[in-house]
T-cell receptor
Framework: DAGVIQSPRHEVTEMGQEVTLRCKPISGHNSLFWYRQTMMRGLELLIYFNNNVPIDDSGMPEDRFSAKMPNASFSTLKIQPSEPRDSAVYFC???????????????FGSGTRLTVV | GIQVEQSPPDLILQEGANSTLRCNFSDSVNNLQWFHQNPWGQLINLFYIPSGTKQNGRLSATTVATERYSLLYISSSQTTDSGVYFCAVRWNQGGKLIFGQGTELSVKP
């Protein structure tokens, strides 16, 4: 298993540009999570999906952020327009289904380091 | 919401020393994981341990769910153990994994 795959690994963009981050979860994992890591706020959950359906997006900072999961093997996190304060490392994670009462661990991708100048 | 507190926030060790990291959480949980974030930023899952004790080489972890804490033991530390250790818990409801602020470990040769 290749694990959770994120792309790109690094992204440098100018303020105002659209940024799209991509994630491929582990095959068979039904839940997918997007986290953001900054020095000030640590690791914070932005949104998570269960069976491709968004369950909780209360962590999405504002309307400039949107996330989609069109199928079980792909998700995107989009920022439009980007701002310097969006600079952070964005992690994607997946886990087996949370709805059955069986709880298993999360696996994280390698992250995307976003810099908005 | 649930609170996750880790201690100590920073730790400096000489290579070969042992250490214990602590994680306290404020409510019942059905998942607890320990992660190591290495100097390259990768988050590596160390243990999935909602209760009981597990060991993996020089690392071991114990969670006492009734008393709402977990401990991570590192024995015979090596420079490659350096990085930030995070404890994260999942509530009884929902799938959110809530992270503590981490313990930054530096192992000196």
């Amino acid at each position: 298993d290749a694990g959770v795959i994120q792309s790109p690994r690094h992204e440098v963009t100018e303020m105002g540009q659209e940024v799209t981050l991509r994630c491929k979860p582990i095959s068979g994992h039904n839940s997918l999570f997007w986290y953001r890591q900054t020095m000030m706020r640590g690791l914070e959950l932005l949104i998570y999906f269960n069976n491709n359906v968004p369950i909780d997006d209360s962590g999405m900072p504002e309307d400039r952020f949107s996330a989609k999961m069109p199928n079980a093997s792909f998700s995107t996190l989009k920022i439009q327009p980007s701002e310097p304060r969006d600079s952070a490392v964005y992690f994607c994670a997946s886990s087996p289904n949370i709805g059955t009462g069986e709880h298993y661990g999360y696996t994280f991708g390698s992250g995307t380091r976003l810099t908005v100048v | 919401g649930i609170q996750v507190e880790q201690s100590p926030p920073d730790l400096i060790l000489q290579e070969g020393a042992n250490s214990t990291l602590r994680c306290n959480f404020s409510d019942s949980v059905n998942n607890l994981q320990w992660f190591h974030q290495n100097p390259w930023g990768q988050l590596i899952n160390l243990f999935y341990i909602p209760s009981g004790t597990k060991q993996n080489g020089r690392l071991s972890a114990t969670t006492v769910a009734t008393e709402r804490y977990s401990l991570l033991y590192i024995s015979s530390s090596q420079t490659t153990d350096s990085g930030v250790y995070f404890c994260a818990v999942r509530w009884n409801q929902g799938g959110k994994l809530i992270f503590g602020q981490g313990t930054e470990l530096s192992v000196k040769p």
